[in-house]
């Protein structure tokens, strides 16, 4: 079992910026990859960035390209989502999650989940 649980949610102006964490604990060694989710009210949760065992094997929504971007603290066993320029748009629950095998980036790719932390850009 592994335990994920996101940090640093809040309301931004849009333009500002935020850094979510998500620390995990458990079996943390039988963790293949890491992501993060959003979902906004009344739409379907979706992916935005995922991270695999190496710092450079990461993906990103072309949505926020350029503006995210996903990190890892291996020792830590904590990934980061710095997300930059946020637009209204941005505004969801971000999920943090892990997977024990490479086979892509769908919510059903995903086994293990946080509890999510809202976060609001304001116009």
């Known amino acids: 079992q592994v335990h994920v649980t996101e940090f640093g949610g809040g309301l931004v102006q849009a333009g500002g910026s935020l850094r979510l964490s998500c620390a995990s604990s458990?079996?943390?060694?039988?963790?293949?990859?890491m992501g993060w989710f959003r979902q906004a009210p009344g739409k379907e949760r979706e992916f935005v960035a995922a991270i695999g065992r190496t710092a450079s094997d990461t993906s990103h929504i072309d949505s926020v390209k350029g503006r995210f971007t996903i990190t890892r603290d291996n020792d830590q066993d904590t990934i980061y989502l710095q997300m930059n320029s946020l637009k209204p748009e941005d505004t969801a629950v971000y999920y943090c999650a892990a997977k024990n095998r490479g086979n892509g980036y769908s919510v059903g790719a995903y086994d293990f989940w946080g509890q999510g932390t809202q976060v609001t850009v304001s116009s």
């Open positions: 458990g079996r943390t060694f039988s963790v293949y990859g």
